[in-house]
């Protein structure tokens, strides 16, 4: 367990720049999340922690200790790679061990630690076995053990949940962080799953293009996004195009003049939570109130997303709970849309920057 601090962190690939001045404090037992698309440099920033890649620039520190030129075995850090890497020869109990020999800890010792890494993970009985004779949920539980045996200052994992289907990602996710709080253990996870990010996270690092585009709580970055892109990477967000005409007044592409908060003349785009808008009776007297026609209606189970054309230009989705009283909406359904001023959040447009 360790304070990890990343100062000005680059690295290029020839021409390319996969991580630019990427700068992070990340506090002794907290548990932050890179999150972003494909290719925004999230895995690379990771492994250049882990020390599997070299930086170009900047400084990596664990527990106040410089560890930017070291060899990964050197940094006590542990990490769980998507694929989980087990090795299929190996038990279950010598791929746990593995770590355990490289950094040629007493033969004595090793059993036990095992033992503890295991019943961690809660595969106490399934020492002996391989890993083909195992599930995709126990072959990452194995592979979350053999990080942990190590007794690391730093956990790494890299989309440690991507190859398991939907139901057993969100028991081991949740798993996952209920083993990390218990152990109090400096945690940094790379995922591009908004969801994963918003259970498991203490605090997420959006990423775009090697760059950091927000810092901050759940909360934060979902009430507060400091662009568009973080807009609609945490969440789900109508993003409408047009123009702040005066402050407090956005005019989208289709012509529609509806109030906002703030936002500075000229090119812009505001950002609707699809659950913050209102639909039918729950529309009267809202700031903002829309005529349009049902285009689309998703039943989600929980939620319904029911799609609406307001212009020749604009649609929003709107997300209603599904009560068991409640009529669902029709393609072709005229109805009202409304939503509060504050609702929207108004962003000048960014030329040149990725927009989610």
Request: charged share 25%; net charge neutral.
């Amino acid at each position: 367990m360790a304070r990890l601090e990343l100062h000005h962190l680059s690295k290029h690939f020839g021409p390319t720049v996969a991580v630019s001045d990427v700068t992070l404090d990340i506090a002794d037992g907290e548990f932050v999340v890179l999150l972003g698309p494909s290719g925004c440099g999230k895995t690379t920033t990771l492994r250049m922690i882990a020390g599997f890649v070299a930086p170009t620039a900047g400084r990596v520190r664990l527990g106040g200790r410089e560890v930017t030129t070291l060899p990964p075995w050197k940094r006590n850090a542990g990490m769980v790679f998507q694929s989980y890497a087990l090795f299929p020869h190996l038990s279950v109990a010598e791929n746990v061990a593995f770590g355990l020999e490289m950094r040629k800890i007493a033969p004595a010792e090793i059993k036990p630690r095992v033992t503890e890494a295991l019943r961690m993970v809660r595969l106490e009985g399934f020492a002996e076995r391989l890993p083909r004779q195992l599930s995709g949920g126990q072959q990452q539980r194995v592979a979350l053990a053999r990080a942990l045996a190590i007794r690391p200052d730093v956990l790494l994992l890299d989309e440690p949940l991507s190859n398991l289907d939907a139901k057993l990602r969100e028991t081991v996710r949740v798993e996952i962080r209920e083993l990390q709080r218990q152990l109090g253990i400096t945690t940094v996870m790379v995922t591009h799953d908004q969801e994963e990010a918003l259970i498991m996270a203490d605090r997420l690092v959006v990423m775009s293009e090697g760059e950091v585009r927000q810092v901050g709580s759940q909360r934060d970055l979902y009430e507060r996004p400091a662009d568009r892109f973080v807009a609609g990477v945490v969440g789900r967000s109508n993003i409408l195009p047009g123009k702040v005409v005066e402050p407090g007044r956005f005019e989208t592409q289709g012509g529609i003049r509806i109030a906002c908060a703030g936002g500075q003349a000229g090119p812009a785009v505001i950002a609707l939570r699809p659950e913050r808008l209102a639909l039918g009776p729950a529309a009267q007297g809202l700031t903002n109130r829309l005529h349009g026609t049902v285009e689309f209606v998703s039943y989600l189970g929980a939620n319904i997303d029911v799609h609406v054309r307001v212009s020749a230009a604009d649609r929003v989705v709107v997300s209603q709970p599904n009560r068991a009283d409640g009529r669902l909406p029709s393609e072709g359904d005229k109805v009202e849309v409304g939503w509060p001023a504050e609702a929207g959040v108004v962003f000048a447009e960014e030329a040149g920057r990725p927009q989610a």
